[in-house]
């Protein structure tokens, strides 16, 4: 396809997309988005599980009409999917979220926005339009911090908060420390900090973006180690949004996600950033489903690339994904219009993907059409 614009030729695979952003953007911010955490080992099983699952179709269903649309907490998913939250996104495009957000405006896709955004949680709100958004929290140690960005959440029409879980610290990612490329440290995620009146409250004078001191506070305050299911009554108390955790992958966790409360949760291992060697998130998935039982909304992410995955991760218990590493290649290749483009083909995919497995509705795809590899 032509993008009219741009005068791009995008791809319609993955991996010729995966490669274009590689040439297009410089290898520190490519291999951020595009390497795992030790040996990547979760990062290969992230995809390769799907391979070990295969769909059994129906034939001779009406399927002339179809609608791939999920009700979660009260916003409609029409595909099923939502954006991924990934943080830093002025590094593959100077248009970073403002862009993917419009993308996902333009096809009415919902948009999770990270707390390490290169721009404000307010500026992407106002890129949005009527699409429906959810903020993905970093609980900071400073926890007035943290009750802040869900107030300012709030106020610019967030309807859900995420609370990422899997990143106690961050990842070992052996080809970031190689190439010495931190996004963070260069102040690329400071934008949510910046515009907080509380972290501002902790500076002593007006901060400057590139301020050495100022991006070292703010790395200092990311992530809480220290944080345990008991904090999770503080952010309930603050807010009546719901509230999902990120980053479950052990059944017994979402037996406790149920006890405290939890409104939602998502299967997911980073996309392979975090713990390598743990579980992928599809092979997770069934015992969590098991335990869950359909009392609060499962999404899952890590691995997602195309439409039949979509299908896959449904029948295993999933009500909606989320799509992250693709869209950010879009990005790098072509800004708004290259998002625009991978999610134009994604939705597409799932639509070709639902029909062909017989289903008028992905209301009624679920395990009877699914088996595991021999
Ligand atoms: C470049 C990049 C940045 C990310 N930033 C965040 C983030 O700020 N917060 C978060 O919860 N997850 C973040 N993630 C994880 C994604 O939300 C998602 O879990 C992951 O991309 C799924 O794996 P996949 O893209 O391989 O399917 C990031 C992922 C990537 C690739």
Known sequence: MTNSILKIDYPHSIQLLEQMASESIEKGPFTYVNSGSGAESTLRANVSAFEDWHIVPRVLNDVSKRDASTQILGTTFPSSFAIAPVGVQSIFHPDGELASARAAAHHDVPFIASTLSSYSLEEVAANLGNTPRWFQLYWSKDVELALSMVKRAEEAGYSAIVITVDTALLGNRERDL????????????????????????????????????????????????????????????HTNLPVLLKGVLHEEDARKALHYGVDGVIVSNHGGRQLDGCISSLEALPSIAEVIQGKVPILLDSGIRRGSDVIKAKALGANAVLLGRPFVY???????????????????????????TGFSSMIQVDQSIIRKKN
């Open 178 to 237: 190689t190439n010495g490329y931190s996004p963070l440290k260069l102040g690329k995620g400071s934008a949510n900090y910046l515009h907080d009146p509380v972290f501002l409250s902790r500076l002593g004078s007006n901060p400057s973006s590139d301020d050495p001191d100022v991006i070292g506070k703010i790395v200092d305050v990311i992530f809480n180690p220290s944080l345990t299911w008991d904090d999770l009554r503080t952010i309930k108390n």
């Open 330 to 356: 879009g990005l790098a290749v072509g800004g708004e219009q290259g998002v625009r483009h991978v999610l134009k083909d994604f939705i597409h995919d799932i639509d070709v993907s639902l029909a062909l």
